[in-house]
């Protein structure tokens, strides 16, 4: 009789976005033998958008980890080896060894670790100096920016010195981004005008008996609206990868504008399916989280459409540029007084331009023209935004 086995599962390091190529693994958070559920956080990645939480995608036993601490890892490379758990059956079990017979133990010992800020590895990389050959003078011996460039002068004559700042990486990688976009997704736009008048009188009404802190913002509509259109045409709920790649679950990606300079578009997962309150609480949590810079992989990676807002200090109309895979971006410009005229009658109304920047190859104007109804609809229409759509 023969023993069943479940192929050993391979971790293999995700994509946090379309500019990026590579991260450096900083810390492994489990080690073999520790048992991991879907979700939990193994390491942490340092890229242009900071150090990033990296989930695990299943349920399991760490192997074996393949990755050192420190070591550049290019995304789809293997960083860790899963057993995956239940799923191993035995027809007849391997006999036993006696004592005597166990393998003795082969000691390994421990690989030289070298401690060295990320701000000292980034300059070494740049210079080419080889960090084994610097002498730390940081906290137990820890390699710092001043001994790397005290090595670069030793090296090589004085040069001018460039800083890269993080908000100039987060601005590279963004630029990267759009680039990207902009080359290879023929977009289209389009506009429409939503009366906002019965929204802000239902925000009103909702924030009256809430605490300043557990206030709803009118971003809580706009996520939810978009959530509940996307249900209505689903074709913008989609990456492109070669095809067409439609997604049943909606994880809407917000944009977060940085303090520093850049930005930043964490995932609210699940968009459809959370309260208003939940929604708030999601949004909350990701803008500060990511202005410390401080995302799980899943927010970067899982979006399936972006949304950004300029809120009430920016621009009427903001037409966005898609962020690849995905094939849409919604742009909620700020609300304005506006001449509005309804039943042949003209007034005067709080209105909001919605946009939507589509990719061509995925949709068409109808679609798009679909979508922004929905859109439109659900807005003016704050009470059917928590009902169930048919």
Request: without cysteine.
């Amino acid at each position: 009789m023969t023993e069943v086995l479940t192929p050993t599962l391979e971790f293999r390091m995700p994509s946090l976005g379309a500019d990026m190529e590579a991260g450096f693994l900083r810390e492994w958070k489990v080690k073999p033998g520790d048992h991991v559920n879907r979700g939990d956080i193994i390491a942490e990645v340092e890229t242009q958008k900071g150090i990033i939480d990296i989930e695990v995608f299943d349920d399991g036993v760490i192997e074996k980890l393949l990755i050192k601490v420190d070591d550049k890892v290019p995304v789809g490379t293997a960083m860790a080896l899963i057993s995956p758990t239940g799923e191993v059956t035995k027809k007849e079990s391997a006999p036993v060894p006696r004592a005597e017979e166990a393998p003795k133990p082969v000691v390994v010992p421990p690989e030289h670790h070298l401690r060295a800020s990320p701000l000292s590895r980034k300059l070494a990389q740049e210079k080419g100096i080889d960090l084994n050959k610097v002498k730390g003078t940081g906290p137990d011996g820890a390699i710092t920016k001043a001994d790397v460039e005290r090595a670069i002068q030793e090296q090589v004559a004085p040069a001018v010195e460039i800083k890269v700042m993080p908000a100039e990486a987060i601005r590279a990688a963004v630029a990267a981004a759009m680039s990207k976009s902009n080359r290879e997704i023929p977009h289209y736009y389009l506009e429409t005008r939503v009366d906002m008048s019965k929204a802000l009188a239902w925000l009103s009404y909702e924030n009256k008996e809430r605490a300043v802190k557990d206030r709803l913002l009118p971003a809580v509509l706009y996520l939810r609206a978009v959530a509940k259109a996307l249900r209505v045409v689903p074709e913008l709920n989609s990456y492109w990868v070669d095809r067409l790649q439609p997604k049943q679950d909606i994880h809407i990606g917000f944009v977060v504008s940085l303090r520093t300079g850049g930005i930043m578009v964490p995932a609210i997962h699940d968009t459809d399916k959370k309260s208003a309150d939940e929604l708030m609480r999601a949004l909350t949590d990701v803008i500060l989280r990511s202005r410390a810079m401080r995302l799980r992989s899943s927010e970067l990676s899982d979006s399936t459409i972006t949304i950004t807002s300029l809120g009430d200090e920016g621009a009427e109309v903001v037409y966005g540029v898609i962020y690849p895979p995905q094939v849409a971006l919604v742009g909620f410009g700020k609300v304005v007084e506006q001449p509005w005229a309804m039943q042949g009658l003209l007034g005067v109304r709080p209105v909001l331009t919605v946009t939507l920047a589509a990719d061509h190859r995925a949709t068409d104007g109808g679609t798009g023209s679909r979508f922004l109804a929905a859109v439109k609809e659900f807005l003016e229409k704050p009470e059917s935004l928590w009902e169930k759509t048919k």
